[in-house]
């Protein structure tokens, strides 16, 4: 039965000797989808990107805009197209937390720019990171962000120096180009690939395939919402491959071989959904069409009327595993995928840290910042550093790491005491090792509270405050904390052992101060967990910036005194009494 039959019929019975007036219901408003809806658009959004697609501002940025300045910038170009290149308009300083919401756009920005710089797989030369920590120095105010995914992020950027920094950028095969914006974003990949000696398959070839034929077409660069994707052939399933639009994850096929497992329809944001398997197994050769298949499901039938429901996960939900599989194979393919096991449990841990010995006899060194931070002075000294050392290869991570690639046995001491004193450490104490952070109020138009510093902060007193059960090996190997500026979780605080939302908070004064809502015990698939879950919520469980630290020593010394062998932190706060948790 057709919808607009079922809409005058009713289960109710008409009384004896009455006629039963018909029932209607309104139709159902159109999800603004290609193939179903037609492409006329529903919204401001779609409009301008149909009227010019997000890739030709670049012509209008080096032509007009940066010859002119900031307030030649049209409105459209500013605060959408700009996007797909990497570009947003960073937070006006000294506005606080409260306003966020209540100022329009234009209150909130600066005439300075947050520049994202692309780097798919994570894959990156010292000549390379020379460069971008050069651009740093001259045009970012010596600014630098490690993303958690696998992006560098600088900041303070003017419109008139953006051609000079793409000039420097694609001199070493760098770009900026669909950092930002509704189109495939970065390809999250294995900071170990091709050099690890548990590898199963290295997807460097495919990440470089994909990024080299499809990212800057305009065929996909006007998808319904951001897309992102993660690929990965190392068993510690290092790329957060449940939180992506679309995933890759290397497995071995009992009769097939190596290949991949499929994972679909993953986000977190304000409304958090981990993705699905579809059941399928990819082989090597079939892998660049699945990606274009599930991708151009997405521009084809991704839900383009209102922008909080047009991301991937929206369509999965509703469609289900089943059907988005039926209709990738059957429309977009033109074969079946074979079925295919899931990926076991990992053995190790995802972020790679400490040092560990390549499949050619040299060493790999993974190495953490304090929650990503970094300069562009830290990164041309470490450029040079790595050279000095044998190294002229490295990796960023997911989790706002680096690792080292390449360096000669005799040089891994040396290296590590040279790098611990970059800022940049290969034994970090639990803290330091688990925490991330999201930009913040610092620089973030859309952050309510400040994370950088809140984060630094908070290890630092953590490392001292739990100096003794560090020094009785009480705590647990490892421990995740993950705060995030607003409710956006770019910082994926559903999926930390400590997840902090950024919020204003009431005080007894009456006026706002900084703070947190907590999520406790989430995770994705690691060597500590079977499989990926969110994080639980406490009601009123909420905290201040200033009171952060008292309470993850609070919270971590009763899970120590109340754990039961070889119970996780995760494991034990889903368990724990709400009264334990406070």
């Known amino acids: 039965m057709t919808d607009t039959a079922l809409a005058g019929a009713s289960s109710d019975q008409a009384a004896p000797g009455r006629t039963k007036r018909p029932t209607s219901r309104p139709a159902a408003k159109p999800?603004?989808?290609?193939?179903?809806?037609?492409?006329?658009?529903?919204?401001?959004?779609?409009?301008?990107?149909?009227?010019?697609?997000?890739?030709?501002?670049?012509?209008?940025?080096?032509?007009?805009?940066?010859?002119?300045?900031?307030?030649?910038?049209?409105?459209?170009?500013?605060?959408?197209?700009?996007?797909?290149?990497?570009?947003?308009?960073?937070?006006?300083?000294?506005?606080?937390?409260?306003?966020?919401?209540?100022?329009?756009?234009?209150?909130?920005?600066?005439?300075?720019?947050?520049?994202?710089?692309?780097?798919?797989?994570?894959?990156?030369?010292?000549?390379?990171?020379?460069?971008?920590?050069?651009?740093?120095?001259?045009?970012?105010?010596?600014?630098?962000?490690?993303?958690?995914?696998?992006?560098?992020?600088?900041?303070?950027?003017?419109?008139?120096?953006?051609?000079?920094?793409?000039?420097?950028?694609?001199?070493?095969?760098?770009?900026?180009?669909?950092?930002?914006?509704?189109?495939?974003?970065?390809?999250?990949?294995?900071?170990?690939?091709?050099?690890?000696?548990?590898?199963?398959?290295?997807?460097?070839?495919?990440?470089?395939?994909?990024?080299?034929?499809?990212?800057?077409?305009?065929?996909?660069?006007?998808?319904?919402?951001?897309f992102k994707t993660a690929i990965t052939g190392h068993p510690s399933q290092d790329v957060v491959h449940e939180i992506n639009d679309v995933a890759l994850v290397g497995l071995v096929h009992p009769e097939l071989g190596i290949g991949y497992d499929l994972w679909v329809g993953g986000a977190l944001s304000t409304n958090p959904m981990l993705g699905k398997r579809l059941g399928a197994f990819v082989r090597p050769d079939q892998a660049a069409d699945v990606w274009l298949g599930v991708t151009s499901i997405f521009r084809d039938y991704g839900y383009r009327r209102m922008r909080t429901k047009a991301r991937l996960k929206f369509?999965?939900?509703?469609?289900?595993?089943?059907?988005?599989?039926?209709?990738?194979?059957?429309?977009?393919?033109?074969?079946?995928?074979?079925?295919?096991?899931?990926?076991?449990?990992?053995?190790?841990?995802?972020d790679h840290i400490g040092v560990h010995e390549q499949k050619d006899g040299r060493f790999f060194i993974g190495a953490t910042p304090l929650a990503g931070r970094l300069s562009?002075?830290?990164?041309?000294?470490?450029?040079?550093?790595?050279?000095?050392?044998?190294?002229?290869?490295?990796?960023?991570?997911?989790?706002?790491?680096?690792?080292?690639?390449?360096?000669?046995?005799?040089?891994?001491?040396?290296?590590?005491?040279?790098?611990?004193?970059?800022?940049?450490?290969?034994?970090?104490?639990?803290?330091?090792?688990?925490?991330?952070?999201?930009?913040?109020?610092?620089?973030?138009?859309?952050?309510?509270?400040?994370?950088?510093?809140?984060?630094?902060?908070?290890?630092?007193?953590?490392?001292?405050?739990?100096?003794?059960?560090?020094?009785?090996?009480?705590l647990p190997q490892a421990l995740s904390l993950h705060i995030n500026g607003c409710p956006n979780s770019c910082a994926r605080i559903q999926t930390a052992d400590i997840g902090l939302k950024g919020m204003m908070l009431p005080t007894p004064d009456g006026d706002p101060t900084p703070g947190f809502q907590v999520h406790l015990g989430g995770g994705l698939a690691s060597n500590s967990r079977e499989e990926a879950g969110l994080g639980r919520t406490v009601r009123g469980l909420k905290v201040t910036a200033e009171d952060l630290p008292d309470y993850v020593e609070r919270v971590v010394r009763k899970f120590v005194a109340d754990h039961t062998e070889g119970q996780t932190f995760a494991e034990w706060a889903f368990a724990a009494d709400e009264g334990d948790l406070q």
Not at 80 to 97: A, C, N, S, V
Not at 391 to 400: I, V
């Open 376 to 474: 562009g002075s830290q990164l041309v000294k470490l450029a040079d550093t790595l050279e000095a050392r044998g190294s002229q290869r490295l990796r960023t991570t997911p989790h706002q790491k680096l690792v080292v690639l390449d360096v000669p046995k005799d040089q891994v001491e040396p290296l590590v005491a040279e790098l611990d004193a970059l800022g940049l450490s290969a034994r970090p104490s639990v803290f330091r090792r688990g925490t991330i952070a999201c930009t913040g109020i610092e620089y973030c138009k859309l952050a309510i509270v400040e994370t950088k510093v809140t984060a630094a902060t908070a290890v630092a007193e953590l490392e001292r405050r739990l100096a003794d059960l560090v020094e009785s090996e009480q």
């Open 31 to 226: 999800h603004g989808q290609w193939k179903v809806d037609g492409t006329a658009p529903l919204n401001a959004n779609e409009t301008w990107k149909q009227e010019d697609n997000g890739l030709n501002v670049r012509e209008r940025i080096e032509s007009v805009y940066s010859k002119h300045g900031f307030d030649s910038i049209d409105g459209t170009d500013l605060h959408g197209r700009f996007r797909w290149w990497g570009l947003y308009t960073q937070r006006k300083p000294g506005i606080d937390g409260g306003k966020t919401a209540t100022l329009e756009p234009h209150e909130l920005e600066d005439k300075y720019f947050m520049l994202r710089v692309r780097i798919d797989g994570g894959a990156l030369t010292t000549e390379q990171l020379r460069v971008i920590g050069q651009i740093s120095v001259d045009f970012g105010r010596d600014s630098a962000d490690l993303t958690d995914r696998q992006n560098i992020q600088l900041h303070w950027i003017r419109v008139e120096d953006v051609p000079e920094i793409w000039r420097r950028l694609e001199s070493v095969d760098l770009s900026t180009t669909e950092a930002c914006g509704d189109v495939p974003r970065v390809i999250l990949g294995s900071p170990v690939a091709g050099i690890a000696k548990d590898e199963l398959i290295d997807p460097t070839q495919l990440i470089h395939e994909l990024a080299e034929r499809f990212i800057g077409d305009p065929e996909l660069a006007n998808l319904p919402r951001k």
């Open 315 to 350: 369509l999965l939900a509703d469609w289900g595993p089943v059907k988005f599989r039926q209709v990738l194979e059957d429309e977009y393919l033109g074969y079946k995928l074979d079925d295919g096991p899931a990926a076991p449990k990992p053995s190790t841990p995802g």
